[in-house]
């Protein structure tokens, strides 16, 4: 029988709802807000790039910053900076004074503290619950992310913009803050970078150098992160445009564009419920090839029909895929990697993962010019390609994480690869 998560993880998770409310009402507002500006498919896919750039330039200070601090103080700082990003949002409309570039800096703002936020959380994690728990606390993670966002957050968000502009962006800013603020109740043990035995707390935290040579020197890691920063980055090029597609392609009003993601939705939340369940019958690297395969094949259907219910089903079959994919691979990264060095860890894997995903993002929004269901064929096809190119490396992830399981990823990094090395 599966043991229970804990309180200190219900802390987290409570806070992180909050939290995806908030992007959840402002990922949906504001592109609709970007369209009462511009209708060119270049500038609103920039949006989505500029969503990502912060990983780009801040991830990696802001992995640094949490092996160094409080992880719930800087929460609960980060989701400040983004209330009082909110609040100016919400001047500028109520003052006619929004044009898209200010929206542009504003999405930016957004994301420098979604680079703390959710990179803190992620590493939070596996100081609350035991190892063979990771797969059920990511799932969990993820499934609150998926029904907070798309079933309640995406279609309020859509209804709201019609009823008044300032409405979802006002909301967007209260959740940012109740998250932030929910952050400090996460117990304080856990929030630090030596969290997990008094071994740890005793050695000298690894520098920089010895994060970059065990991830560069990692047999399994290093691939991996080269194979999802470049799927990550095919998938942003066809889903730039995605609002546009919905308007324009399939003729939704704006009001309808919450619900219709909400639909989508079905498929990433049954696939987050079901990851843990799939990764414990049929093993880590099965269920990683089949659902990266998937989300491939999906997203490349939705460039193929312009039938409204077929392009959704499409969409809904590669959210599947993908969140099916979040949870295994998520949790290997937190068992692999020492917890004292898995903020920056993850901020280096976050920025080479989504760094390619702005310019992949604004080249989407040039080829949707040309037809709008044209990057999604082109993304989707790139995914399958390099799954299939893959296919050893992803099947290989069993063995890599029964390792971990076992203890072997206990060991400091300086342990496993020496000063000046790289295997």
């Known amino acids: 029988m599966s043991t229970r998560l804990g309180a200190g993880f219900g802390r987290l998770w409570t806070s992180a709802i909050a939290s995806n409310f908030a992007d959840g009402i402002g990922r949906t507002a504001v592109p609709l807000i970007a369209t009462t500006l511009t209708r060119d498919p270049a500038l609103i896919a920039g949006l989505t790039a500029v969503t990502f750039l912060p990983w780009l330039l801040f991830g990696i200070p802001a992995g640094m910053l949490l092996d160094r601090v409080d992880r719930r103080i800087a929460m609960a700082v980060a989701n400040s900076l983004r209330f009082a990003v909110a609040a100016l949002l919400a001047l500028l409309i109520a003052g006619g004074a929004l044009t898209i570039w200010w929206l542009y800096a504003c999405v930016l703002l957004f994301g420098l503290g979604e680079t703390v936020f959710d990179n803190a959380t992620t590493t939070v994690v596996p100081s609350l619950v035991t190892r063979d728990q990771l797969d059920r606390a990511n799932g969990r993670m993820q499934s609150a992310e998926i029904v907070i966002q798309n079933f309640i957050a995406t279609p309020v968000a859509g209804f709201l913009f019609a009823a008044a502009l300032l409405l979802p962006v006002w909301l967007t800013g209260a959740g940012f803050l109740i998250a932030g603020l929910l952050a400090l109740t996460i117990p304080a043990a856990a929030a630090r970078a030596h969290a997990i035995g008094s071994e740890a707390q005793t050695r000298p935290r690894p520098g920089m150098g010895a994060v970059v040579r065990f991830l560069a020197g990692h047999p399994f890691l290093r691939p991996m992160i080269i194979l999802t920063s470049i799927t990550a980055s095919a998938l942003a090029f066809a889903q730039g445009s995605v609002v546009l597609l919905l308007i324009q392609t399939y003729g939704l009003p704006t009001a309808l564009v919450g619900v219709v993601t909400a639909v989508i939705g079905v498929g990433a939340l049954a696939g987050a419920l079901l990851s843990s369940r ?35 089903l499409a969409y809904a079959i590669g959210a599947f895929g993908v969140a099916v994919w979040n949870v295994p691979w998520g949790a290997l990264r937190q068992a692999i990697v020492p917890n004292a060095m898995l903020g920056r860890a993850m901020g280096i894997v976050r920025s080479i993962g989504w760094g390619l995903t702005p310019i992949a993002t604004i080249l989407g929004g040039f080829v949707a010019r040309i ?53």
Do not use: H, W
């Open 278 to 312: 799939f990764v414990a019958r049929f093993g880590r690297g099965r269920v990683m090839f089949v659902s990266i395969l998937l989300s491939g094949v999906g997203i490349g259907c939705v460039g193929l029909t312009g039938n409204v219910v077929l392009g959704i």
């Open 371 to 423: 037809d709008l269901k044209l990057p999604f064929l082109i993304g989707g096809g790139i995914v399958v390609v390099l799954t299939l190119i893959a296919t050893r490396l992803l099947l290989s992830a069993d063995s890599y994480g029964q390792a971990a399981d076992s203890g072997v990823r206990s060991a400091e990094p300086t342990d496993i690869i020496p000063e000046g090395t790289v295997k």
